[in-house]
């Protein structure tokens, strides 16, 4: 499928709307135009079939290296043979998506087998310990209506593509990138090549090149966001907070529902309650950062001791200037501290007995 711009600058809005996007029937899935501010276009590589021994994990070092963003779309089989491979896909920034169990055309598959093959990669992803996206692409493109509703029923969502590289089938490093390269149009692209096949070293050894072309002619490179379209996805914080002890600390802990797949971050405010910032806190208004990767960050919240017996005091935390993430409804929290001296202590069962040579005295 390819992306085009209409030609028709002056068309009435309903129309504009039918007509942005030509889609040939076998890519059903085609990203709406878009386009990052001071970029000409977007570029949102995909890698299918793996993981793969080796392949992958030079894979990642390399888009690590030239600070580009990528989703996987990885293969059930292959992800229960190397969990480690797949959590270092995560851990690594990258985002992931569903590739079926045995990468079967889906269309030989029933309803009930549609959504098996799904459900199963998705359990393998989990107990491998990585957050899988809601994405999946279908081997070689192929769908049905059967497989679309079983797809939708299951709660995924379709990501085809673009730019077919072709580089499971023939050419050099440079042809593969020549390739990607001349099929980069203005507006969203989204980019397919593979690295659990057997010609995969050679489609890695493209991605430089893409990368260096690429951003010359004025291109960003990004993920995929929720609806499988060139961006990155938007999670919801949580504030999550726990109470200390003067003397101690109180921790803050910022909780994302999903990958961000890059660095996402909020601004941590303490402000006073019946403790006060500045005498019995530090005043923040600290930045906190979750990096690609991850779901959550902390914050430790230091306690002045002032060795005054009192009753328990708060404060509140808050969370402001979402970058990258948008703020859940809980946005803010009461925090306690505890005096010390009102802090648990150890209460032994009773009084040492003291033992001397033939019994107790």
């Known amino acids: 499928m390819l992306l085009r711009r209409t030609p028709l600058l002056l068309v009435a809005l309903a129309l504009s709307c039918a007509l942005s996007l030509l889609v040939l029937p076998a890519q059903a899935a085609a990203p709406a135009p878009a386009k990052a501010r001071g970029c000409k276009g977007q570029v949102a590589?995909?890698?299918?079939?793996?993981?793969?021994?080796?392949?992958?994990?030079?894979?990642?070092?390399?888009?690590?290296?030239?600070?580009?963003?990528?989703?996987?779309?990885v293969v059930g089989q292959r992800v229960e043979a190397m969990p480690g491979a797949v959590r270092e896909?995560?851990?690594?920034?990258?985002?992931?998506?569903?590739?079926?169990?045995?990468?079967?055309?889906?269309?030989?598959?029933?309803?009930?087998?549609a959504l098996r093959t799904l459900r199963t990669t998705n359990r393998a992803l989990l107990r491998a310990g990585v957050h899988p996206t809601r994405l999946m692409r279908p081997p070689y493109g192929a769908t049905n209506p059967t497989i679309r509703r079983a797809i939708r029923d299951a709660g995924f969502v379709p990501v085809l593509w673009t730019t077919d590289s072709l580089d499971w089938k023939s050419g050099t490093s440079d042809q593969i990138a020549a390739r990607i390269l001349g099929s980069l149009r203005p507006g969203?692209?989204?980019?397919?090549?593979?690295?659990?096949?057997?010609?995969?070293?050679?489609?890695?050894?493209?991605?430089?090149?893409?990368?260096?072309?690429?951003?010359?002619?004025?291109?960003?490179?990004?993920?995929?966001?929720?609806k499988g379209r060139p961006g990155f996805p938007t999670p919801t914080a949580t504030l999550v907070t726990r109470d200390g002890v003067e003397g101690g600390a109180a921790v803050v802990r910022v909780r994302?529902?999903?990958?961000?797949?890059?660095?996402t971050?909020?601004?941590?405010?303490?402000?006073?309650?019946?403790?006060?910032?500045?005498?019995d806190l530090p005043r923040l208004s600290t930045r906190l950062v979750v990096p690609a990767g991850k779901r959550?960050?902390?914050?430790r919240i230091p306690l002045v001791a002032d060795g005054v017996l009192e009753p328990a005091e708060t404060f509140t935390v808050r969370l402001r200037s979402p970058e990258g993430l948008r703020l859940g409804t809980e946005r803010s929290a009461t925090?306690?501290?505890?005096?010390?001296?009102?802090?648990?202590?150890?209460?032994?069962?009773?009084?040492?007995v003291l033992l001397r040579r033939g019994g107790p005295f």
């Open 89 to 113: 896909i995560e851990r690594n920034g990258f985002l992931i998506g569903n590739h079926t169990w045995a990468h079967q055309d889906m269309r030989t598959l029933s309803y009930d087998q």
């Open 256 to 263: 994302l529902d999903r990958p961000a797949g890059r660095d």
């Open 265 to 279: 971050a909020v601004v941590v405010e303490t402000h006073s309650g019946t403790a006060t910032v500045g005498t």
């Open 45 to 73: 590589l995909t890698f299918d079939d793996g993981p793969a021994r080796g392949t992958t994990h030079r894979l990642i070092r390399l888009l690590r290296s030239k600070h580009v963003p990528a989703t996987f779309f």
């Open 335 to 352: 925090v306690t501290i505890t005096d010390t001296a009102a802090a648990g202590r150890v209460v032994l069962p009773g009084p040492p």
């Open 296 to 299: 959550s960050a902390k914050l």
């Open 188 to 226: 969203a692209n989204i980019v397919l090549q593979h690295d659990g096949v057997n010609r995969s070293p050679i489609s890695v050894g493209a991605v430089a090149q893409v990368v260096q072309g690429a951003r010359r002619r004025g291109y960003c490179f990004t993920a995929l966001d929720e």
